[in-house]
């Protein structure tokens, strides 16, 4: 009894086999043979359809035909790298990685599927040439991107970091503000931009004399003033600045001595005048 193996149809010369038999039937007469084909550090090269071949002086006999396929886990042979950019521009992501089978590329954004670029068709993923673009670049596409590449080896996965960087700016525009002495005033600039801008004030061009009156919220954006005194008034300014500018807004403020009152007046006629009392 001889024991052989094919590849593709080509007898396999000095491959390790291990051959063993048993008996089968309980007289002993009846013997049970096996072969195995060991196969080291597979490579590409051992991918094909495998056949042994058992022979007597009888003849031959073959078993069917299975075929060994080679999975090889992804790898990249390119990574997204960290971005920085500004508000309105491009940015260009690069991923691709090689396998087998070939891997199938896909993007996340934060751990999920949501891009806001994509939302609004400013995303585009070339499959050509392994890039991920977004065009007029925004605060919301600013997170973590993760390329993933996957088959039926595993998956293999690389993340970016993409940050938007925008000048300085005002949610909301500032108010002028009239009060009377004695009142409280409250003074918001409420500003964006990234990175976050940080907030100064100014009075009439020149630093802001902070007293037990005067009260920040967190990030300076609301400046509250107790108590108001007739010194109070005069044209407020605030600065917000970043790594890429400075912008300012300013508001007027006026303290008045005493409140106003409305009162009305009996015409001879009947009618009602309104007179301002300050």
Request: glycine residues 8%.
């Given at each position: 009894?001889?024991?052989?193996?094919?590849k593709?149809?080509?007898?396999l010369?000095?491959?390790e086999?291990?051959?063993?038999?048993?008996?089968r039937?309980?007289?002993?007469?009846?013997?049970?043979?096996?072969?195995?084909?060991?196969l080291?550090?597979?490579?590409?090269?051992?991918?094909?359809?495998?056949?042994?071949?058992?022979?007597?002086?009888f003849?031959?006999?073959?078993?069917?035909?299975?075929?060994?396929?080679v999975?090889?886990?992804?790898?990249?042979?390119k990574?997204?790298?960290?971005?920085?950019?500004?508000?309105?521009?491009?940015?260009?992501l690069?991923?691709?990685?090689?396998?087998?089978?070939?891997?199938?590329?896909?993007?996340?954004?934060?751990?999920?599927?949501?891009?806001?670029a994509?939302?609004?068709?400013?995303?585009?993923?070339?499959?050509?040439?392994?890039?991920?673009?977004i065009?007029?670049v925004?605060?919301?596409?600013?997170g973590?991107?993760?390329?993933?590449a996957?088959?039926?080896?595993g998956?293999?996965s690389?993340?970016?970091?993409?940050?938007v960087?925008?000048?300085p700016?005002?949610?909301?525009?500032?108010e002028?503000h009239?009060?009377?002495?004695?009142?409280?005033?409250?003074?918001?600039?409420?500003?964006?931009?990234?990175?976050?801008?940080?907030?100064?004030?100014?009075?009439?061009?020149?630093?802001?004399q902070?007293?037990?009156?005067?009260?920040?919220?967190?990030?300076?954006?609301?400046?509250?003033i107790?108590?108001a005194v007739?010194e109070?008034?005069?044209?407020?300014?605030?600065?917000?600045?970043?790594?890429l500018?400075?912008?300012?807004?300013y508001?007027?403020?006026?303290?008045?001595?005493?409140?106003?009152?409305?009162?009305?007046?009996?015409?001879?006629?009947?009618?009602?005048?309104?007179?301002?009392?300050?």
């Amino acid at each position: 009894m001889t024991f052989a193996w094919k590849k593709d149809n080509e007898i396999l010369h000095g491959a390790e086999i291990e051959n063993f038999a048993h008996v089968r039937a309980r007289d002993g007469e009846v013997m049970e043979y096996t072969t195995i084909l060991h196969l080291r550090h597979v490579t590409f090269a051992d991918e094909g359809r495998y056949q042994c071949v058992i022979t007597n002086h009888f003849g031959s006999t073959y078993s069917n035909k299975t075929r060994l396929t080679v999975n090889v886990l992804p790898s990249f042979i390119k990574t997204p790298s960290d971005l920085t950019i500004r508000t309105g521009g491009k940015a260009r992501l690069e991923c691709a990685a090689e396998g087998h089978p070939a891997p199938q590329i896909a993007w996340q954004k934060d751990g999920g599927t949501d891009f806001p670029a994509a939302r609004e068709r400013r995303m585009h993923i070339m499959p050509d040439d392994d890039v991920l673009f977004i065009t007029n670049v925004k605060i919301d596409d600013m997170g973590v991107y993760s390329c993933t590449a996957q088959n039926s080896a595993g998956t293999v996965s690389a993340n970016a970091s993409l940050t938007v960087l925008e000048t300085p700016s005002l949610v909301h525009p500032l108010e002028d503000h009239t009060a009377a002495i004695g009142e409280t005033v409250a003074l918001q600039c409420k500003a964006t931009g990234s990175p976050p801008p940080r907030v100064t004030w100014l009075k009439d061009d020149g630093p802001l004399q902070i007293t037990e009156r005067h009260h920040y919220t967190r990030g300076n954006q609301l400046l509250i003033i107790q108590n108001a005194v007739l010194e109070d008034s005069g044209k407020y300014t605030c600065e917000m600045s970043n790594t890429l500018g400075t912008k300012r807004a300013y508001s007027h403020l006026k303290i008045m001595s005493s409140q106003a009152c409305v009162q009305q007046f009996p015409g001879k006629d009947g009618s009602m005048a309104v007179g301002i009392i300050v």
